[in-house]
Structure formats: structure tokens, C-alpha cells
């Protein structure tokens, strides 16, 4: 794509959550590839200076690939709109409320879109006893990339010890939400289309979890993932609708598990929506955005070009 004006686009990244190491990973191709689209770009590696060197580097976009609590939250995007500076993905409120994980899975099955059941917990209320019958999974309430995920099996007599022990650093509101066996699938929105559906198959590993997403040969993914068209069609129509249901804006990915044990109509369970979702070399939007039609500096390049302030 060529770019009619020479847009200067600062690239955000890095930043101080857990998710730094995937920021710069997502945000160093990204920069290479809209400079090669044409683009004016700045890399800027997020500090708590953030106001003060964009208010230097006068972008005409902020770009943003920073991940994880400060940088999809709501709280960068907040700095953003104070400054009026044009920015990519969604706003701060979509934002906020899909980084909570209790409060997302609320808004969502206020708009029919099936979730599993689930408590939120202090995580010492977890030491003695099971708070719900295994399989269940413990997550905290505001990650990305998987921190922190615990996965409690079956037959396991007691609660997961790691979740009570002193070098936990994901904070003391866990939710325990209820195993959904089956599948991996996700599906990517960019505006107001559903791009199309993966099926990622993890590798070595008991689910996608961080060494699946980011490192090279951690998972397969199945793109378009081979399932019945009428499950397809679902998962397309819940992905959309959760994108629209929150507020989100540019590109998301949502989540979701599906149970084809018993039947091939077998249950489908949305898991979260994604606002920052990851553009590594193995990350799943830009697979999903070239199986629709769009290369990475197309995709790219219609998230510079649709950034706005209110969003």
C-alpha cells in the first residue's frame, strides 16, 4: 500500500507489564513493516515518561503494540485521548472492561454469548479445598498471553499449591472457572468483519499457553480450521458480536473452547476477547487476515489509517 501523505506513526511498545517481552515482539515487525508500507515511524519503548516523549516525538498516530495491564486496559488510551492523539485498536472503555475478566464474561452473557461458569476468589481462599469440582482452571482476573493460568486436572486431590505460594506476582483476585474440554478456536474482527476462524492445536504443551503462542513450533494452527460450516458460522457470528457487544474498535480476537466429544453440534464456549491481539511472526490475526486477503502491510496499514480519537 502506498501512503498518499507520509504519516509519522509512533510505534508503542514494550511498557513495564509481564507482557513486555510479547510487546516488543509485536511491535518490532509491526514498525518494520508500515515503514516498508511508506509510513514516517518512531519506535518508542514505553516508560512512565510516556506524556512527556510523545509530547517530543508529535505523531501524527500512535500505533499500539503494547500488551497487558497499562497498555490494554484503558490507561495508555486514556493518555491518549488527553493528548488527542489518533490511536489504533480499541478505546477506553472496550478496553478496560475486556481486560477484567469478570466483568467481560458479565457484559457477555448479558448478550447471549455463552460462557463458562465461574467464581471470582481471593486466591488464600483457594489453599485448603477445591472451590469447585475438578477440571476447573485458575486465572487472574487481569493477564494476557496466559500468566499466571492454572489448570486443575480430574484427579488432582488438592488445589493448585502455586497459586497460594509467596512468589505468585499476578495479583489476589483468581477466577476459577469451570474446564471446557474440546478445541482451541479463535476468530479475528477487523471493523465490521469476522476474518475467519483457526483451530490451534498445541504441541507438547496441556493448552495454549505462553510457550504456545510465542514460541516458533509451539502450536499448529489450522487456518480455516476444519469444522462443520454450521459451527463455523457460530463461532464467526459470537465473535462479532462480542466486538460490537463491547465497544471494540479496529481489531480484536476472541477465544473460544469447543466440546465435539459427543456430538459434532457439541458445545461452544466463548473464553475472552482480545483488543491487543498479538502480531508476532506466529500470532494468529495476521494468519487470519492473509487467509482473508489482506497482507500483513495491508493490515497493518488499514489499523494506521482507521485510528482515531473517542473510541
Known amino acids: 500500500m502506498k501512503v498518499r501523505e507520509r504519516k509519522h506513526v509512533v510505534v508503542l511498545m514494550g511498557g513495564f507489564s509481564s507482557e513486555r517481552p510479547v510487546s516488543l515482539m509485536t511491535g518490532k ?23 512527556a516523549r510523545l509530547a517530543e516525538i508529535q505523531p501524527d498516530v500512535a500505533f499500539n503494540a503494547l500488551h497487558g495491564p497499562y497498555g490494554e486496559d484503558g490507561t495508555i488510551q486514556g493518555i491518549l485521548e488527553y493528548m488527542q492523539i489518533p490511536y489504533t485498536h480499541s478505546g477506553v472503555l472496550a478496553s478496560a472492561v475486556t481486560m477484567d475478566k469478570e466483568i467481560a464474561k458479565r457484559v457477555a452473557k448479558t448478550h447471549g454469548i455463552p460462557v463458562a461458569e465461574s467464581k471470582v476468589m481471593d486466591r488464600h481462599e483457594i489453599s485448603s479445598s477445591h472451590p469447585m469440582s475438578p477440571p476447573y482452571v485458575v486465572k487472574p482476573v487481569a493477564e494476557g498471553s496466559s500468566f499466571g493460568v492454572v489448570i486443575v486436572k480430574e484427579d488432582q486431590p488438592h488445589p493448585p499449591q502455586a497459586i497460594t505460594a509467596p512468589d505468585w506476582k499476578y495479583g489476589d483476585r483468581v477466577m476459577v472457572e469451570r474446564f471446557v474440554h474440546g478445541r482451541e478456536l479463535t476468530c479475528a474482527v477487523m471493523g465490521d468483519v469476522a476474518l475467519g476462524v483457526t483451530e490451534i492445536v498445541p504441541q507438547g504443551h496441556q493448552f495454549y499457553d505462553y510457550d504456545s503462542k510465542y514460541v516458533a ?32 474498535r479496529g481489531v480484536t480476537r476472541s477465544d473460544f473452547r469447543y466440546d465435539d466429544r459427543f456430538s459434532e453440534n457439541g458445545e461452544v464456549i466463548w473464553l475472552e476477547i482480545n483488543t491487543q491481539p498479538g502480531m508476532t ?22 489499523m494506521v489509517e482507521d485510528a482515531s480519537c473517542l473510541r
Open 217 to 248: 513450533g509451539g502450536s499448529n494452527h489450522v487456518c480455516p480450521a476444519e469444522i462443520s460450516p454450521n459451527i463455523y458460522q457460530t463461532i464467526t457470528k459470537l465473535a462479532l458480536k462480542a466486538h460490537k457487544a463491547f465497544g471494540c
Open 281 to 302: 511472526a506466529t500470532s494468529l490475526v495476521p494468519e487470519l487476515a492473509e487467509h482473508a486477503g489482506h497482507s500483513f502491510g495491508e493490515l497493518l496499514s488499514w
Open 29 to 51: 515487525p509491526c514498525a518494520a513493516e508500515l515503514e516498508r508500507c511508506g509510513y514516517q515511524v518512531t519506535r518508542l519503548d514505553v516508560g512512565r515518561d510516556v506524556a
